[in-house]
């Protein structure tokens, strides 16, 4: 009876510091929500996450004591995704002043210090470029966006909601132009201008005349987060010390890096 009780006692122990480890190891990580964004967030030949906001994160994440992983989310779920503890934060050309249903995306997350200028811009077919000259031209039009983004809030804007499609990611975006289902698409400018003109979207150009408001990217974290402050401390010590505009200068984006403090 001795050697069953101390061969539980011996098994409940193992079992608590298996837990003990195990959560640990998650206080360790962190998981940052992305989709498939071209030179931000992609995968390479291996199945291996590259692009600028990768290596970001994974230098904000050396100087915060923290393993960086990447979850690939469908965009109109990221506060379901933040919310509930899947990820710890979203880190993907995320747009901090910007809203979501009316409500301003401030009220809905806390924020890092803006790092990223962008633009929503609008992208047609080439033939059709003539057709838009100003933003009555995309009254009645069909357009594609992805769900959830500021995209996405401009295009009900314009145009009828009943003819504004959702994408799951914004690169998804890109292939409905290109095949004529709509008749144009709202996307990130620094996205856009990685894509269009080339390779299978050589057919596809930006709308020059139409300028949208600027933007300013951020990384979001769920209400509260102790993270927030960590993550705003990394990112003043890699604008300091040049790691950051390294990461911009590799991935075409130095032009655009512009480190807030505070965000309107």
Do not use: H
């Not at 929500?33 to 050396?62: C, L, Q, R, S």
């Amino acid at each position: 009876m001795k050697k069953i009780i101390t061969l539980l006692l011996c098994v409940a122990m193992l079992c608590s510091a298996c837990v003990a480890l195990a959560s640990c190891g998650k206080d360790d990580v962190l998981t940052c929500g992305v989709t498939i964004f071209e030179n931000m967030n992609e995968k390479d030949a291996n199945g291996n996450w590259t692009g600028f906001e990768t290596e970001f994160a994974i230098e904000v994440g050396k100087l915060i004591g923290m393993d960086v992983e990447f979850q690939e989310i469908e965009w109109s779920q990221k506060y379901n995704e933040l919310n509930s503890g899947a990820i710890d934060c979203v880190w993907n050309g995320f747009t901090a002043n910007s809203s979501d249903d009316g409500i301003p995306r401030k009220d809905l997350v806390d924020f890092s210090y803006g790092y990223m200028l962008n633009q929503q811009c609008i992208v047609v077919k080439t033939e059709n470029l003539s057709k838009f000259t100003s933003e009555a031209d995309l009254a009645g039009k069909k357009a594609c966006t992805e769900g959830g983004s500021a995209g996405e809030a401009y295009a009900k804007t314009v145009t009828d909601e009943d003819k504004v499609m959702s994408a799951t990611a914004q690169i998804n975006a890109f292939t409905e132009v290109k095949s004529g289902a709509v008749d144009f698409i709202v996307v990130d400018i620094v996205l856009a201008k990685n894509i269009v003109g080339k390779n299978d979207y050589s057919n596809l150009s930006i709308v020059e005349s139409i300028e949208l408001d600027s933007e300013i990217y951020a990384v979001g974290f769920k209400k509260g987060s102790e993270l927030t402050a960590k993550v705003n401390a990394a990112i003043k010590t890699l604008e300091e010390n040049g790691k950051l505009m390294e990461i911009a200068r590799k991935y075409g984006f130095e032009n655009v890096i512009q480190i807030s403090e505070t965000i309107e």
